[in-house]
Every structure is written in C-alpha cells, then in structure tokens.
C-alpha cells in the first residue's frame, strides 16, 4: 500500500468507472475483457455496484442489453457440478430470458476457490453445452465461448496473475481515497468540527495510519475507535499502529455490544467478560486456521467448526454485526 501511495501517475491514465469499456482517443482495438485490481476493502465490489447502478438508471453504457454480476463467493458454492452456460445463467438470475449484448462481471476473483486452468482446459464454445464451472468461467474469459460478451474481473493484486495477460484487453486499479479524500471522508462523517480536526490531525501524526486510510473500510474504523475515544472519558494512549487500532476496534464492538443489550452498564473497554475472551479465542482461530489454508471467506460451516453460534454471534455482538457481512446467495446457504 506504501508503494501504491507513491506511484507516479506519469505513464497511467485516470479513468471514470462507467467509461472502463470505452477505447481512449488513441486506441483502435475494441476493449472486451477488463482485469480490475486493488488491495483489500478498496472499493472494488462498490465500483461493480455502481457501474451496475448507472447502466440500471440509464446513465451510461446503454449499449449493452444486459449485465449479469456473478461473485465468486458464490460460484465457490457449485463447484464440481456440471452447468452449461445457459443454466448457470438461469441459476444465478432465474427470470433471464435471453443472452444478447452482454456484460458478464465476476467479481473478487481472490475469493475463488475454483481451479481456473487456461492451459489444459476443454473448449467450449455452446452456451448449451455441459461443463464444470471452472471449464466454462476460463472458455468466458478467454473468448471461446460467447465471444461477443464483454467481460469485467475484479481481484485482490495478489491473485490476478491467475488471469493470462494474452485475455485481458485493459488493466484497471482501484487506489482508493487521495489524501483530500482522507480528511473530506472524516470532515463530512462528524458534525463536531473540532472532532473531525483531532481525529485528522492524530492519523497525520502516524505514518502507518495515514498511508492505511486509502482503503475506505480502514477510514471507517479508525473513525468508530477515534471518536468512541475522543468522546468517552477513556484515557491512554491513542493508538498508533494498525495492531493497535484493529484491537481497539474489537474493544469498541464489544463495549457497544453491552451498553445495547445489558442496560447500559458503563464498563471500562478492558474488562472483558469470559464470554467475550471465548468469543475472541473463537475467532481468532477461525483467523488463523484459514489464514493457513488461504481462504478469505467463511462459510456457516466455517463458523461452526471453530465453535462460534453464527445467530448468536450476530445478535449479540458488536463483532458479528459490523464486522461480519452475512449475505444469504443461491442455494439458500449464508456467506
């Protein structure tokens, strides 16, 4: 992130999210597979979400009929079936009628635990022809199947080499927010002015945490610790670093867990109640052992074998309900 907040921007060009399709001036070929990266919580999923938005009010890209956002949080789940195009299609979006100009968008390629093999794949070029999931996401990609679809990925930096650089026509990055953008995201998030100011001037004062805040989800936190913080009577030190802030985080989320459901009782952040160091134990390994296997998304089953009651962690903890995004998806399962 420190090396992305240096670049030069000499040699690369800024480009509106509805405009990632359109040729630059002096471009001739046409732009059909776009590879769009960017570190974790940057904004990726949110650039798909309003791209998609726009093309849905009529605001741009009109001439594509029909844009179908596919996650591979979900696409992990149908893994080792066999699907033609067409029923993939009609899996994920039932009421869908018919494939025309088409922009497929597969969204957090780092989230896939499908093994995508460009080499030594079958080709499929029938939209009605059965295959696994994996075979037909690299025959979309690569341009055998359904060759007049446009094609949007969006991935983590570290997992888009998986996508042979011969299938991508033009490589987009999300950097997040600029420097101006750090202090307008605090200023416009508190009506205390004065708040907004210390809670600038603190994350200036800290080299990590500033070059930190470009990721829009880490402004987010810093602002929920710094202003529980600043507006308590709390005293010690603010944090200075990313460990120091993420265990605060955890502190301020169990701390507003007991003010919602045990009455209010004012409790020092520190004092912890075994049923907290449990959860927190819980989660930690839930942390630790993907972090092992490389997995960056968990399941309910995940949750489960780690010991943690998803309904209950959910309900009853500041953790579970603003840290974890529960998303109900195909197949009724929860991600």
């Known amino acids: 992130m420190e090396t992305a907040s240096k670049k030069e921007t000499l040699h690369e060009t800024p480009i509106k999210c509805q405009d990632i399709f359109k040729a630059l001036p002096d471009q001739q070929t046409l732009i059909r597979a776009v590879l769009t990266n960017g570190v974790a919580g940057v904004g990726k999923t949110f650039s798909v979400q309003k791209f998609t938005l726009d093309w849905a009010e009529g605001l741009g890209n009109q001439d594509v009929s029909l844009v179908i956002p596919l996650s591979f949080r979900e696409l992990n789940l149908i893994k080792g079936e066999q699907y033609s195009l067409l029923r993939l299609l009609h899996v994920f979006h039932p009421t869908l009628q018919k494939v025309t100009a088409v ?22 070029a029938d939209v009605s022809q059965q295959s696994s999931v994996n075979v037909l996401l690299t025959n979309l990609i690569r341009g055998k199947l359904l060759p007049s679809a446009l094609v949007w990925i969006t991935s983590r930096p570290a997992a888009a080499n998986q996508i042979p650089p011969e299938c991508v026509d033009r490589v987009t990055e999300v950097r997040g927010f600029t420097d101006a953008q750090k202090e307008e ?44 913080m600043l507006t308590t009577d709390q005293r010690g030190e603010l944090p200075q670093t990313l460990t120091d802030m993420y265990s605060h985080f955890l502190l301020v989320q169990t701390k507003r867990k007991k003010q919602k459901y045990e009455a209010g009782h004012e409790t020092s952040p520190q004092q912890l109640t075994e049923a907290d160091r449990e959860l927190l134990l819980k989660l930690g390994r839930l942390a630790f052992e993907h972090l092992e296997k490389g997995d960056i998304m968990f399941y309910q089953e995940d949750l489960q074998r780690c010991g943690l009651d998803v309904n209950e962690a959910l309900v009853h903890s500041g953790v579970g309900t603003e840290i974890f995004k529960r998303e109900s998806v195909i197949f009724q399962k929860t991600v």
Do not use: M, Q
């Open 103 to 124: 922009l497929l968008i597969f969204d957090g390629l780092d989230e896939s635990r499908l093994s995508l093999d460009f080499r030594n794949n079958e080709v499929v």
């Open 185 to 228: 995201y605090f200023r416009r998030r508190s009506s205390d002015e004065d708040l907004s100011s210390r809670i600038i001037s603190h994350i200036k004062s800290s080299r990590s945490l500033h070059i930190t805040c470009l990721i829009p989800v880490f402004c987010w936190i810093t602002a929920a610790v710094l202003d529980h």
